[in-house]
């Protein structure tokens, strides 16, 4: 049914349903907010209505209505510019300030802050209403994400995210009145709850309450150190989205810069976790031909997300054998370039730096873990920064990267085909693993490489797959919660899945946590997705069995896919863990 | 026994009704006139008189009584409040309808020996009208011009007994509804009664039913608001504990017109009574057949459950309450989605206070237009309220709405304690303000206290005096809200927190003529901004005082003074030349502040004076200790 | 409180409670009541305890624990004293009962005595506003508490003998 409104003195027609605020939007009015965010694709809809700063003035209502949680109605009459509005907007942005540093200037949100953007957006010049002010202890338990509650403005997105979309339910609001604010559990550090440290909390809180834990430093310390050889590798997400902090249009591949840039700051070899990514396929399709030649449990789950490795650790202790053994692909890097690679230069693995670009934070969570690594103190990956670290470490080595000359990774590990580029979206893991599965068992090559079904947003994609005669049931999921779903199916014995990808973030890693900011823009996400097609139809390789390095690493040094060394530097165990 | 049908029901009654007979002559009746006739005695059971003793008064009642030999023809009980709390605990002899006030265990004797056995009333335990010394047995002034329709049967029946109940006309309104009316029939009775919410907005209970019967779905609920949040109103907990069944009986009323088998009554934790009333006149109704399935006989299934509260002010706003029963922070969300479209898990439902309940029965049996010619223009009925504070008789009273403040307060309430002057009547609760002397004379309804910037809310009147700082009860009830915000939005969560800060520093002397424009100025927006009801009611206690008593707050900011002697920062403890040096001050003082020699003026060392008051208290000589 | 009952007792007759009821998530109030009375307060191992059994995050339960006032997370003593805040008590003298209490015990109010016999607490009407100032012991209210002398004998009851 259509709904007939004025808004501002506009007439408007919208369907039944629609809220005041994006009945506003389609006639250009642009309603600021704060805690409201929609995403679509995601079944994302955070509309707790607790800020208050998207308040209209309805004709007839007593009180303003926050236009983000008010539905239309026939008839209404709607000011979004009345002084009245205004004002009101403005006392919430003050009464929230008046709780909350003023250290924007030194804040890892700084220039991507919602809120300091609207304080500078509505004017507000003075702090009208001072009192005391919240002190909460800063946790930096974690080796991924930095809490500062008192950056907080309880907007509960974080909450909404970890709860409704991620279910692993690490937040709630505490307390009530002026002490309310979002928590953990008995109030634990992160590092001491369920927290896969997926980073979507982070990537949707409008302030600096969540943030990454800063490796920059870290990386210029080794950098500017002359006794380690330091090697950067960067996953196949990064390239899709770095332009974007620097001004280019989401969706931009900027691999070429990015490489020319990561020379400029310095590193001894820049090399490409897509070479990993092709690895992990000639590992995790030998495991699934394994498990299927051998009567072994399927499905096979595949494990190159550590956030969702660290999910099913504590939500699905009992289902820790049927996960892929398969290390992570940077964490296969490096493995490699620490006992290969250094084998090669002829170096001390412990003289090399290994240092990983990601669109994620798990990870930095994940190169912490003891039991990856070489030795008790070599681990496979030294430090992870995110794409946004990165772009800082660019902006600080004030290099112009829009105008940097295209380069190209080095050699060995720097060569990768199309499969390992589709990684980084959802599907991408699984469709490239059918490139080479297909002709592991068939034993003919695969004409059509592209497998439609796999793609998009859609949280839960399944297939089947003729393959020598018999039908694979795949599934492709992203979203923690949907993978919570398919996860209990599979306890109860209700499914039949022979393998599932399984990625924790929304998207696959192009959504990752440690990507430049959304703000809320679900078609960032998807230029991204778009720009991964792309720059997998471009490369003239695009099977992971058909990379001659890979081939090469096999013969000289791996011996066997799924073999003896292999699962020494390639492959990995998990842990049970409580859930809380 | 279940009840299959009407028939059954009325025989029952018929049954019952000797039960309470000797409680309803409405004359005295002298019983060595009367061989035969069992007397009842009424032991006041509520909240009140309960904390003053009254369990052990009933106890040793009945020792003394067997001891006379009169356990067979005396019966004993323990109905809900009297409503004339101040004068707990309190007693009622029937059918000699007979009040005794006070009544302490060690009066029980007396009263067994002079009036049961002798026939003598214990004149020294009749009530006496403090100005005109004249005692009263019966038609005590305190219950002149009340009307009772909510608290029809409380203090009058039994609650544990559901058999009192139906013989008090109990779940004939049922019958009536299930076996002579359509569903919009009820609805329509309730409409044109004009009967409107009890529990504070005030929306007209038939329309509420209306919508909620409209809304498309499989099924529909009905909850009993039975919250009581506001901090110094207990009507509802006395009709819980009182008669709870009138509020089953509504309940059922409900289902049966809105088209829903389930029900909730969410009900205080603090309330231990109310609930354990609650659970035994649910099993009751379960037992009889009026709770369950095919309820009389009629094709009306109809069940309820009890939940808890558990200390949170906001559960009373029905969005938060919904949540709390769902197992969730009581957080409220925005209107709409009413609860009446979506409501507990997404249904439709209907939330309705408890006294809104009590009166529908009647309403039901008496008839719409009985009950709309009671009250005012656009407030029809009755109400309840709660009297307290600085006002002689404390206690529950119900009135005819349109009956102004001083009726109640200086009528019915005999007026301010110890010949005080009035200040203010604050109703409405936290949500609510103080209303000064020039409207004392208003009727009180929905619209007349809202125009006077207060509210009706649930019923709290608290009467203040000339003791009483209103920029400390402003700061008060701030401090309440503060603490009582879901912490959800910013206007209320922060906003709250501001108003208090001000507040603070008026009232410790640090205020500017600023903070007080401010403080207006915050008070609209968190009005206008704020998610909830309770927030934006939060401001109304500082506008309402700011706006009848602004001189207070200029006083505490300009003169630093308190009008009232009552914040401490801006007092001062003097003693004057009138001083006879007797020292009991001295050794009163906690923190030592005064010295001085025997017989010697004394002094107090300002520094260390706290501000406690205990030297004034202490000293005899007029005028030896001032403060200013 | 049933002090004889050992820890497991207690869990088993928690579990035996939950166990009981049809729609378990949706009690979780009532079961964090049930929990508070056979514990006396709700340690955070018994509300993770809760989270497992009901399958709920433990910091829903942890963030519904700490928005009731009505449970607590710290320990009691053997007896709770309670002063009612509520307006009519508040007019008419709640605030000097409180600072009295507080004397009396030497605690503030949300403490508990170093001997474990006294925890003080405030509440909001018990709806015995009639005899205001009240202070509730134990579920016992004790109405016109004006004087320091009547508020010492009230406690006194609940001082072991001697
Ligand atoms: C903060 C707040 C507290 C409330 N507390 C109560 C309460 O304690 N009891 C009550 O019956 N209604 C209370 N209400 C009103 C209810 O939300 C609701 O309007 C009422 O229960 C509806 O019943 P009625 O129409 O019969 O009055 C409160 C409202 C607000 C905003
Ligand atoms: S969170 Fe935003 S407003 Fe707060 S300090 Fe950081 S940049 Fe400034
Ligand atoms: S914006 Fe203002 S406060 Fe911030 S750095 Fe610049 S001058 Fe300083
Ligand atoms: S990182 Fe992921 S799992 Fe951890 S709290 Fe944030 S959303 Fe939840
Ligand atoms: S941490 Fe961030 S996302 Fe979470 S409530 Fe606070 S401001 Fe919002
Ligand atoms: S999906 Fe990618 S970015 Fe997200 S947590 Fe997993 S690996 Fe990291
Ligand atoms: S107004 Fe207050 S109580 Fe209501 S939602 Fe906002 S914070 Fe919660
Ligand atoms: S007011 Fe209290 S502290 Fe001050 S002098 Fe008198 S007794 Fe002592
Ligand atoms: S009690 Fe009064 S008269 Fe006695 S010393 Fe004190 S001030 Fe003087
Ligand atoms: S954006 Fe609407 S209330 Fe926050
Ligand atoms: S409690 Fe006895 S008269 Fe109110
Ligand atoms: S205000 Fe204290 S008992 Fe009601």
Known sequence: ???????????????????????????????????????????????????????????????????????????????????????????????????????????????????????????????????????????????????????????????????????????????????????????????????????????VCPTGALTEVDQVDKVWKALNDPNQFVVVQTAPAVRVALGEEFGMEPGEIVTGKMVASLRRLGFDRVFDTDFAADLTIMEEASELVHRIQHGGRLPLLTSCCPAWVKFFEHQFPDLLDIPSTCKSPHQMMGSLIKSYYAKTLGIDPKSITVVSVMPCVAKKYEAARPELGQSADTADVDIVITTRELARMIREASIHFDHLKDQEFDHPLGESTGAAIIFGTTGGVLEAALRTAYEMLTGEALEKVEFEALRGMNGIKEAVIPIAGKDYRIAVIHGLGNARTVLEKIRAGESDYDVIEIMACPGGCIGGGGQPYHHGNMEILKSRAAAIYREDRAKPLRKSHENLAIVALYKDYLGEPYGERAHQLLHTSYTARRKI | ??????????????????????????????????????????????????????????????????????????????????????????????????????????????????????????????????????????????????????????????????????????????????????????????????????????????????????????????????????????????????????????????????????????????????????????????????????????????????????????????????????????????????????????????????????????????????????????????KVFALAGKVNNVGLVEVPMGTTLREIIFGIGGGIKRHKTFKAAQTGGPSGGCIPTKYLDSPIDYESLMAIGSMMGSGGLIVLDEDDCMVEIAKFFLEFTMDESCGRCTACRVGTKRLHEILQKITEGRGTLEDLENLEKLCNIIKDTALCGLGQSAPNPILSTLKYFRDEYVAHIVDKTCPAGVCKSLLKYEITDKCVGCGRCAKQCPTRAISGSPKKRHVIDQERCLKCGACMEQCRVDGAIIRH | MCNSDSPNEFAQKLDNFIDSLPNKKENLIAILHYAQEIYGWLPDNVQWHIAQKLDIPSAKVYGVVSFYSYFTMKPRGEHVVNVCMGTACFVRGAEKLKNELENQLKIKAGETTPDNLFTLETLRCVGACGLAPVMIVDGEVHGKMHEPQEINEVLAKYRPEG
């Open chain 1, 1 to 203: 049914m259509d709904i007939h409104l004025t808004i501002n003195d506009i007439p408007l027609t919208v369907p039944e349903g629609t809220t005041i605020l994006e009945a506003a939007r389609t006639i250009n009015i642009d309603i600021p907010t704060l805690c409201h965010m929609k995403l679509h694709e995601m079944h994302y809809n955070n509309n707790i209505a607790s800020c208050r700063v998207c308040v209209v003035e309805i004709e007839g209502r007593r009180n303003l209505a926050s236009s983000c949680s008010t539905p239309v109605m026939e008839g209404m009459v709607v000011k979004t510019d009345s002084l009245r509005a205004i004002q009101a907007r403005r006392a919430m942005v003050e009464l929230l300030l008046s709780d909350h540093p003023k250290s924007c200037l030194t804040c890892a949100k700084n220039m991507d802050c919602d809120l300091r953007k609207l304080a500078a957006e509505l004017g507000v010049r003075t702090i009208g209403y001072e009192g005391v002010e919240s002190e909460f202890e800063i946790d930096q338990s974690s080796s991924s994400i930095v809490r500062d509650p008192n950056k907080c403005i309880r907007c509960r997105r974080c909450e909404t995210m970890c709860n409704e979309v991620q279910t692993v339910g690490v937040y709630s609001a505490m307390g009530r009145g002026f002490e309310t604010v979002i928590k953990t559990a008995f109030d634990l550090p992160l590092s001491q709850t369920a927290c896969t440290f997926c980073g979507q909390c982070l990537a």
């Open chain 2, 1 to 382: 026994m279940k009840l299959k049908d009407t028939e059954e029901l009325n025989v029952l009654k018929a049954q019952s009704l000797k039960l309470i007979e000797t409680r309803r002559a409405k004359e005295a009746v002298d019983t060595k006139n009367a061989p035969g006739l069992v007397r009842h005695i009424l032991v006041c059971g509520g909240p009140g008189c309960h904390s003053s003793g009254s369990p052990r008064i009933a106890e040793v009642l009945e020792e003394e009584l067997d001891r006379a030999g009169l356990a067979d023809q005396i019966k004993v009980f323990e109905p809900g409040c009297f409503g004339f709390c101040e004068k707990g605990p309190m007693i009622q002899i029937h059918p000699d309808n007979v009040t005794y006030c006070e009544v302490s265990p060690e009066d029980v004797s007396t009263i067994v020996q002079e009036h049961l056995l002798e026939g003598k009333q214990v004149e020294r335990l009749l009530y006496m009208d403090p100005n005109t010394k004249e005692r009263f047995a019966a038609n005590i002034p305190f219950y002149n011009n009340q009307l009772r329709i909510a608290l029809r049967n409380v203090g009058y029946i039994a609650p544990e007994n559901i058999l009192e109940y139906i013989a008090a006309d109990g779940y004939q309104a049922l019958a009536k509804v299930l076996f002579h009316m359509t569903p919009l029939e009820v609805i329509d009775t309730l409409k044109v009664s004009g009967l409107r919410g009890r529990g504070g907005a005030g929306f007209p209970t038939g329309v509420k039913w209306e919508f909620t019967r409209r809304s498309e779905a499989d099924q529909r609920y009905i909850i009993c608001n039975a919250d009581e949040g506001d901090p110094g109103a207990f009507m509802d907990r006395s009709v819980l504990e009182g008669d709870p069944h009138s509020v089953l009986e509504a309940m059922l009323i409900a289902g049966a017109a809105i088209g829903s088998s389930q029900g909730y009554i969410y009900v205080r934790a603090e309330y231990p009574a109310a609930i354990h009333r609650l659970k035994i006149a649910i099993d009751q109704a379960r037992e009889y057949g009026l709770l369950g399935k095919q309820i009389l006989g009629s094709d009306f299934d109809f069940d309820i459950e009890l939940k808890y509260g558990a200390g949170a002010f906001v559960c009373g706003e029905e969005t938060a309450l919904i949540h709390s029963i769902e197992g969730l922070r009581g957080e409220p969300t925005v209107k709409p989605p009413f609860p009446a479209q979506k409501g507990l898990w997404g249904k439709p439902t209907c939330v309705n206070n408890v006294e809104t309940l009590a009166n529908i029965p009647p309403i039901i049996l008496k008839g719409a237009e009985w009950f709309a010619k009671i009250g005012t223009e656009k407030s029809k009925g009755t």
